[in-house]
């Protein structure tokens, strides 16, 4: 074996799915965190790739367009999986059986199959988090139970090799964790700095106290009837 | 005036410079707080954009290609104008002129003129920093002092219609500032709440007591080397 495919065979592949009209910075979080660990310590094997079903620019929710670098079927075996998240595109990415499809071969063999804010729904969607603890965005968490998952209201939730997280800057934490338990604490530091994440929200944390987590409620159902109406397995879960 | 007419009239544009290369976070964490508040608060009239020398892929710092909404002379006067930084790409769009003379042009007029991260040092390049205080990502603030700025270790700071921050996440707190000054603090509680933005960092915060603010310096000036020497107002300045 050459040295070049020693490498490639030790190669750890962290695959994020993109679909149209995610929330960009559920992916742009945890990628920066992952990418960094991958320049700053190469040793470790890891690289980091954005996947998607086609090839070519997408929309995300901010404007700017988005381009994977791989196709689904080009990373049929990836070390592990992040699922980004989203509004309205995500509940339609629920119904999309070219990302279920994916998600479930690749959640077979991967090591860890993790999710940002809403992602969790897609994970749910495809029936892996039955009976496990998860987390997603604070909005939408009822979804996530109707699914079959226990709720925790956490930044992030590990459950086996299921890593979930809350809303969008979540993902940011929980690549952070996941780069101290795939490395150690002193890499995850060295990322941590490169990154210079060192928070000072100027009006502090968010009081919880005063959150109505089901005030989107009526907006949601409203959006499960447009986007999932064609896939009655899902559609009568979620509404029941 | 029709009321199409007004609402264009009252439209506040916040335009993020895109290059090729740059750190994709230092974009999207800003770019995602401030769409937010476009949505959020509509009554606010302020729109996000992303504008770059060209509408097409553009490789960054993670494997994801990035495609601006418009080309630079398509939005010549923004209310804001935001410039992310990056690492080795950065130093190369400090000698791009194209995207030196969209940023001063655009400063003349724009209410607020911003960057992430070493997005400082084009400010500083096109002159735009001299004799203000500024600050930029910790491993380059000698290259902002020698651009005549005056460097501040905070996480974000003001100096008249300029705002510079930190680092690369630290874009997020900058713009959750931004949003409570530009609207109130009770939107920016929304914003915030929207993105979920109640870091847990798993590690804790940095301990700056640790960390030599020169250890890059000769990788920085061999870039410089590389990537300026066509440049030699900037290159006697930053290597001197």
Redesign the interface.
């Given at each position: 074996m050459t040295e070049k495919e020693k490498a490639s065979t030790e190669e750890k592949v962290i695959a994020f799915i993109?679909y149209p009209g995610l929330?960009?910075?559920d992916?742009?979080?945890p990628?920066?965190v992952l990418?960094t660990l991958q320049h700053m310590a190469p040793e470790h094997h890891y690289r980091?790739?954005?996947v998607a079903e086609r090839v070519q620019?997408m929309e995300s929710?901010?404007?700017?367009?988005?381009?994977?670098?791989k196709a689904f079927e080009d990373v049929p075996n990836p070390f592990a999986i992040m699922v980004p998240g989203g509004g309205k595109p995500t509940i339609r990415a629920m119904g999309n059986q070219a990302i279920l499809d994916y998600v479930l071969s690749t959640a077979k063999t991967a090591k860890v199959v993790g999710s940002v804010?809403t992602g969790a729904l897609i994970l749910a969607a495809a029936g892996l988090l039955e009976g496990r603890q998860a987390t997603t965005?604070?909005a939408y968490y009822r979804l996530l139970e109707k699914l079959g998952a226990h709720y925790l209201r956490k930044?992030w939730v590990e459950d086996g090799k299921f890593i979930t997280s809350?809303?969008?800057?979540?993902g940011?934490?929980m690549a952070?964790?996941l780069t101290?338990k795939l490395t150690d604490?002193k890499t995850?530091?060295l990322v941590?700095?490169?990154?210079?994440?060192?928070?000072?929200?100027?009006?502090g944390?968010?009081d919880w106290s005063t959150?109505d987590r089901d005030r989107r409620r009526p907006e949601l159902m409203r959006t499960i009837k447009e986007e999932l109406a064609h896939r009655p397995d899902l559609f009568h879960k979620l509404t029941d």
């Open positions: 993109l929330t960009a910075l992916m742009v979080g990628l920066e990418t980091t790739v954005v620019p929710d901010i404007p700017l367009k988005l381009t994977a670098e804010c965005h604070w930044r809350a809303g969008v800057s979540a940011i934490d952070l964790y101290a604490e995850a530091r941590q700095l490169g990154i210079e994440y060192d928070p000072q929200p100027p009006l944390g968010i959150v």
